[in-house]
Nanobody, 124 residues
Framework: EVQLQASGGGLVQAGGSLRLSCAVS???????IGWFRQAPGKEREGVSC????????HYTDSVKGRFRISGDNAGNTVYLQMDSLKPEDTGVYYC??????????????????WGQGTLVTVSS
């Protein structure tokens, strides 16, 4: 059984940093992990993803240069380092998993294993 558990959210001032962690277990196939967020009143959006075996990554335009996704060597934990945070980064952040057959972590729309969310609040 695939399980994902996100942690690391909190309250931070604009310009600050947070590191989210996603504990991953249960995959028996090559896989990718994505980070998604849902702001109040908005739809959930894909933020970043990583294909574990190839380490290929993807970032949505609004976080490029500020966020960095990485995984430990075993692929058991995936991190999202978030720097230069902005109030518009506020939302519930979720990690999700996708069994893959290629070397890409896209598309975001196919992720089907979900962990619980962790709240990130960026104050101005």
């Amino acid at each position: 059984e695939v399980q994902l558990q996100a942690s690391g959210g909190g309250l931070v001032q604009a310009g600050g940093s947070l590191r989210l962690s996603c504990a991953v277990s249960g995959f028996t196939h090559d896989y990718a992990i994505g980070w998604f967020r849902q702001a109040p009143g908005k739809e959930r959006e894909g933020v970043s993803c990583i294909h574990i075996s190839s380490a290929n990554t993807h970032y949505t335009d609004s976080v490029k240069g500020r966020f960095r996704i990485s995984g430990d060597n075993a692929g058991n934990t995936v991190y999202l380092q978030m720097d230069s945070l902005k109030p518009e980064d506020t939302g519930v952040y979720y990690c999700a998993g996708l069994a893959t057959y290629g070397r890409s972590c896209l598309p975001f729309g196919l992720y089907h294993y979900w962990g619980q969310g962790t709240l990130v609040t960026v104050s101005s």
